[in-house]
């Protein structure tokens, strides 16, 4: 039976507990559903374990781990994250992370995919778990462009093969796309790569089966926003313009 945590004058503004959870910023739909498994949530003061429990949007009685769960504004950042720094919550002796990079009113936002600590370039921060599930879900097919300095060019024969897909660890990794950019790297060969998917570390994976080093990796669009001359460490809002442009590639939307 579906527990219903509003009075009847709620119900237009009632939404589902893994939504309000998300919304408030704490991790996506589906994080926030083990925190409700786990019975970490409770609703004036009884532990909820019901996934299908509603809420009304203004709801002050829901707390997660003993703490108050309020509905916040939405924040949606796009931060040049500089090298260096790991996309991590979780404290690393001896390593920063982007969160100790980042001022105080962005702290309690979320990351939405990571880059790895030897990487930097465009990262999406928000408190919005909905907006950070349908942007990083594989059928939305989200374009990230990425600017790869590797140790020497890459041939015709490697390129095909990243094209057409290399088997790593068990999973097989490709590249939308890839082509030689202008110029050279202080080290080596530039190219561009082209993402749909984005598995951990594929980049540096994939260039490692083709027997290449990779000196540097930046990302410099994700889903046709771009990093542009944001300087590293540095952040901004989201434009209109650009959510809009987003919200076309959510899965509902994708070819």
Same mark, same amino acid.
């Given at each position: ?15 589902? =507990? ?8 704490? /991790? ?10 786990? *019975?970490?949530?409770?609703? *004036?003061?009884?532990?909820?374990? $019901?996934?299908?429990?509603?809420? @009304?949007?203004?709801?002050?009685? +829901?707390? #997660?781990?003993?703490?108050? +769960?309020? =509905? ?8 040049? %994250?500089? %090298? ?27 990351? &939405? ?7 930097? /370039? ?9 907006? @950070? ?6 059928? @939305? $097919? &989200? ?22 897909? &290399?088997?790593?660890?068990? $999973?097989? =990794?490709?590249?939308?796309? +890839? ?11 530039? +190219? ?21 080093? #990779?000196?540097?990796? %930046?990302? =410099?669009?994700?889903?046709? &926003?771009?990093? /542009?001359?944001?300087?590293? *460490? ?6 209109? @313009? $650009? ?13």
């Amino acid at each position: 039976m579906k527990r219903e945590a509003f009075s009847d004058a709620d119900v237009s503004r009632a939404v589902r =507990l893994n939504s309000f959870l998300a919304q408030a910023g704490l /991790g996506s739909r589906r994080r926030c559903e083990e925190l409700i498994r786990a *019975g970490a949530v409770r609703i *004036g003061g009884e532990i909820v374990r $019901e996934l299908a429990t509603r809420v @009304a949007a203004d709801s002050r009685d +829901v707390t #997660v781990d003993g703490r108050p +769960v309020l =509905l916040q504004s939405k924040r949606y950042i796009a931060f040049h %994250k500089p %090298k260096g720094l790991l996309c991590s919550r979780a404290e690393h002796p001896g390593s920063r992370t982007i969160y100790q990079a980042l001022p105080s009113e962005l702290r309690s936002l979320f990351y &939405v995919g990571r880059l790895d600590r030897d990487s930097e /370039g465009l990262l999406f921060l928000t408190n919005d778990g909905d907006w @950070a599930q349908r942007i990083a879900h594989p059928r @939305a $097919e &989200v374009e990230k462009v990425y600017r790869v300095e590797l140790d020497r060019p890459l041939e015709d024969q490697a390129r095909r093969r990243a094209l057409a897909g &290399v088997r790593d660890e068990g $999973e097989m =990794l490709k590249f939308e796309k +890839v082509r030689a950019m202008p110029g050279r790297g202080g080290r080596g060969a530039v +190219v561009e790569v082209v993402l749909r998917e984005g598995k951990k570390r594929e980049i540096r994976r994939l260039f490692r089966a083709l027997h290449h080093r #990779v000196h540097s990796l %930046k990302r =410099l669009s994700i889903g046709g &926003v771009e990093l /542009g001359d944001l300087p590293a *460490g540095r952040w901004r809002e989201l434009t209109t @313009a $650009e959510l809009s442009r987003l919200a076309c590639r959510s899965p509902s939307k994708a070819r």
